[in-house]
């Protein structure tokens, strides 16, 4: 679900819906509005937008999301099943929200929405590594008198917490945030882990499956087990961080793929709400052919992102045999020469741009 004209201040995600019959609800709803600004940067440089997102708890336990209508709605699964009081790891349910983030362009599980969602993952990557946490970045400590800073200023802040964070890093010799593999880890254990964990999100999907389309009916039917929070619009000092850090991120990208850099809203544009398969079949035929149009002009897009990484790979590779070194990779960030298993600078913490 996407907008053609958005502006700043307009919700990303416009109502928060946590279930009323189930405890700890309060800290549902929080763990909602957590997760849904850690992604709002990635969103926001897409134009994609959320109508609702919402608890879910569906009584298949490897259920873990589903995207109602490209974005229309979105539902998580928060709390382990088995033990509604009880909450899954916050990141855990952040990697299953990008996942469905993805649907709001690419129904199947194809390669075009695997790029997408790699896509989605290295950038929340990157926006863990500068310290972005999502909203509450400034904190009371960080007003000027109790006042609201400009816009100026808390963009200046922004930056120059990343810069911070990057500067310690490199000088701990420490990857800050995310899961990226050290030195001393077992780089196949760890690389199985992430496969495992990849798959357990995908089989976890409900979206465009019989059963999703079940929970979507299900879902619009009990409004009385719901409590719904609606969005006027966003804080204008939080939207100025995440532009910041999009910048930021932006920028790292075009560093390393030069002339191959693409913006995310090139190839990542999803449709408006109304073009998904879930609409009456008078409609059917129409929507499925501008749909399949979106989806082959974001297809060609990712696949020239991937010729991108391609060459990354083959620089590596004739940087290796010109210095005489080991077969490895280039940091991209830092300049560090890294052997082929590691997947992670020793130095800054960035992970190589290709696998």
Known sequence: MSRNHSTDLEPLVSVFEHLSDKARGAEALERLRK????????????????????????????????????????????????????????????????????????????????????????????????????????????????????????????????????VLSAGSGQKLGGSGIMRGQDARAVIAAAAEKRIKIERGCASNTDRGRQIARDEAAKKDRVMRTTVDHEDEQEAAIMQAYIELIQEDEKAQLGDLYLAPTLYSHSPPLGSSSHNSSNNKRGKTNSSNNQTSSSSGLLHTRQNALDSIRKFDEQEAYKRNLPVGWQCHGCGNWMETQWWTCSVCGQMKASS
């Not at 998580?76 to 952040?94: K, M, N, T, W």
């Open 35 to 166: 997760i849904a600004s850690i992604v709002k940067p990635l969103m926001r440089q897409r134009n994609w937008v959320v109508g609702t997102l919402a608890e879910f708890y569906p009584a298949e336990h490897n259920l873990l999301g589903l995207n109602i209508n490209r974005g229309q709605k979105i539902c998580l699964r928060l709390r382990y099943a088995g033990d509604d009081h009880q909450f899954l790891p916050l990141e855990s349910v952040v990697d299953t929200m990008l996942h469905e983030l993805a649907h709001n362009v690419i129904g199947p599980h194809n390669r075009e929405f695997h790029a997408l969602w790699d896509k989605l993952r290295d950038e929340h990557e990157a926006l863990v590594r500068k310290g972005y946490t999502g909203e509450g970045f400034l904190g009371r400590g960080n007003r000027l008198g109790g006042r609201r800073m400009p816009v100026s200023e808390v963009k200046r802040q922004a930056r120059a917490a990343a810069e911070r964070r990057r």
